[in-house]
C-alpha cells in the first residue's frame, strides 16, 4: 500500500483539539470552559490529572506544527477554544484570543499546511453552562454569534469548517452518563443537550456557509460497527438500538429523515423539545461529514439497561486481543463497514475520516518511542479505508487522532495517542515510530 493508491485528491491529515492540547487555561483573558471546570472537582479524572498546561500548544504550537510539517502532513485539523475568544461565551471578543488563532492559521498556511477547523470540540464557556448549557436553547443563538465572529475573522483563510466535535459523546458523556463535562445525567438532560445539538448542526451550517461562500461546511460524528454478540433474535435487535443511538440518532435528522424513533422507541423523549418548524430546521445539506472510528463494539440483549435493552460487551470480557489502552478490541474491518454504512446515505457528498487511532503503552527509551502496535494499527485501519475506496465508497480522506500525547478527557494523560510523544514534566517532544512511519507513508509515490 502506497499514498498513490488513493489518488491525488484524497486528503490526508492529522486532527486535535484545543482543550486537549492548548493549556494556558487562564492566559490572556481566557475565560472558564465546563472542562476547567469539572476537571478541577475531586474524583473525576482518572488519578487526579490536571489540564491547565497538557501540551502547551498555546506556547508551543510553532514545534508542534514542525512535527506536521516534517511528517509532510498537509492537513492540520484543529479546534477553536470559545472561551478563550469569547470568555463568557457571548458578548466582547477577546482580542488576544483571537490573535492566538491568528497566529496558529497564518503559521500553518505559511508553512503550506491547511487548516481544519472544527468551531465546538466540548470546551462550553463555563459561563453559558450557569445559563443551562446545551439544554438551554439559546445554545443556538450563543453557538452563531460565536461562529459569525470566527468565521468573519478567519474566513478568508479557512475553507474547511467542522461545525461540532462528536455530539453523540459529548451530550451523551456529558448530560446523560455524567462522566465528562459538566457531569449532568438522565433523560432530562440529555434530550434537550441532543436535540439542540442537532439543530445547531444545521443552523451553524447555514451560518458559515452565508458568512463564507467558498466555504466546505461539515460535522464530525462518532461511530462504531456494532455486531450482535450472537444470533439469538434478542440479540441481534439488541444491536440494531444500540446501533440507532451510536451511529444514527445525530446523522438522519441532518439528513432530513427525522430522528429514527421508529427503531429505538425511547428517542421518542427528544419530540418533547421539539418546537413548531424544527423538522424543517434541522436538515442541512453538508459539504462533507467527518465520521471519527476506533473500534466496534459487540452488543447483548440486557433486560437491566434502561431505555436501550442494550448492554455492550467490553473486548477484556470476551477476552479478545489486542486491545488499546482505553480497552478498545483493534478491530480494523470496523472502519470499512463504517465507510459503507455511511455511504448508503444518498445525500451525503463526502465523507472523511476525521478522526482514528489509538492508545499504546508507549515509552521513552534513549530518544526513541518504538511503537510498533500503533504502525500496525494505523497500517491495517488505512489498508481498510483503501478497500473502502476501491469498491467505490465515498471516503475521501483520513486524519490520524492525534498529533501529540495530551489530555484524554476524564481518563487524564495515561492513554497516550499522539504520533508525537510529550513528556508532560518537561514538555520534551519526541517523533515515535508511527509518526515516521506515517511521514514515510506520505511522502512515498
Ligand atoms: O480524544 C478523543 C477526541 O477528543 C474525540 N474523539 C475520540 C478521541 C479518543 O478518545
Redesign the pocket.
Known amino acids: 500500500m502506497v499514498k498513490a493508491d488513493f489518488g491525488t485528491d484524497f486528503q490526508w491529515g492529522v486532527?486535535s483539539?484545543a482543550f486537549?492540547t492548548e493549556g494556558a487555561w487562564d492566559a490572556d483573558g481566557k475565560g472558564p470552559s465546563i472542562w476547567d471546570t469539572f476537571a478541577h472537582r475531586k474524583g473525576k479524572i482518572k488519578r487526579g490529572h490536571c489540564p491547565d498546561i497538557t501540551c502547551d500548544f498555546y506556547r508551543r504550537y510553532p514545534e508542534d506544527v514542525a512535527f506536521v510539517k516534517r511528517m509532510h502532513i498537509p492537513n492540520f485539523r484543529f479546534s477553536l477554544s470559545w472561551p478563550r475568544i469569547l470568555p463568557n461565551g457571548i458578548g466582547k471578543p477577546n482580542d488576544k484570543g483571537l490573535d492566538f488563532y491568528d497566529r496558529l492559521i497564518d503559521h500553518c498556511l505559511a508553512q503550506g499546511i491547511m487548516p481544519w477547523v472544527t468551531l465546538y470540540?466540548?470546551d462550553l464557556p463555563q459561563a453559558l453552562q450557569d445559563r443551562g448549557g446545551w439544554a438551554n436553547r439559546d445554545v443556538l443563538s450563543w453557538l452563531s454569534d460565536y461562529a459569525a465572529c470566527v468565521a468573519k475573522r478567519y474566513g478568508d483563510r479557512v475553507i474547511h469548517w467542522m461545525v461540532l466535535?462528536?455530539p453523540t459523546?459529548f451530550t451523551g458523556a456529558g448530560y446523560f452518563f455524567g462522566v465528562h463535562a459538566p457531569g449532568l445525567t438522565g433523560l432530562r438532560n440529555f434530550f434537550p443537550a441532543a436535540h439542540h445539538a442537532t439543530l445547531a448542526m444545521g443552523e451553524v451550517g447555514r451560518l458559515l456557509r452565508l458568512e463564507i461562500p467558498e466555504a466546505s461546511v461539515g460535522s464530525t460524528f462518532?461511530c462504531s460497527s456494532i455486531h450482535p454478540a450472537g444470533s439469538r433474535r434478542k440479540d441481534v435487535a439488541a444491536a440494531k438500538r444500540a446501533d440507532t443511538l451510536i451511529n444514527r440518532m445525530f446523522i438522519e435528522p441532518l439528513l432530513g429523515m427525522g430522528y429514527p424513533v421508529a427503531d429505538l422507541k425511547s428517542l421518542r423523549g427528544i419530540e418533547k423539545y421539539m418546537r413548531a418548524g424544527d423538522d424543517a430546521l434541522l436538515p442541512f445539506d453538508f459539504d462533507f461529514i467527518g465520521i471519527?472510528n476506533?473500534t466496534r463494539e459487540v452488543v447483548r440483549h440486557s433486560f437491566f439497561v434502561p431505555y436501550l435493552g442494550a448492554r455492550i460487551w467490553p473486548a477484556k470480557h470476551r477476552r479478545v486481543q489486542p486491545v488499546t489502552e482505553?480497552g478498545w478490541e483493534v478491530y480494523p474491518e470496523a472502519i470499512y463497514e463504517m465507510i459503507k454504512k455511511f455511504s448508503a446515505y444518498s445525500n451525503i457528498p463526502k465523507i472523511y475520516v476525521t478522526?482514528n487511532?489509538a492508545?499504546f503503552p508507549d515509552t521513552l527509551v534513549n530518544g526513541r518511542v518504538s511503537d510498533d502496535q500503533r504502525v500496525q494499527y494505523l497500517q491495517s485501519h488505512i489498508a481498510q479505508v483503501l478497500r473502502a475506496k476501491r469498491e467505490g465508497y465515498n471516503v475521501h480522506g483520513y486524519f490520524v487522532?492525534?498529533l501529540t500525547d495530551?489530555f484524554?478527557?476524564s481518563?487524564g494523560y495515561h492513554?497516550r495517542?499522539g504520533l508525537v510523544h510529550v513528556d508532560f514534566d518537561t514538555q520534551l517532544r519526541t517523533l515515535k515510530d508511527s509518526g515516521k512511519w506515517y511521514g514515510q507513508f506520505l511522502s512515498s509515490q
Do not use: D, K, L
Open positions: 486532527s483539539a486537549q470540540h466540548w466535535n462528536e459523546v462518532s471519527q476506533y482505553m478522526e487511532g492508545a487522532w492525534t495530551n484524554e478527557w481518563e492513554p495517542f
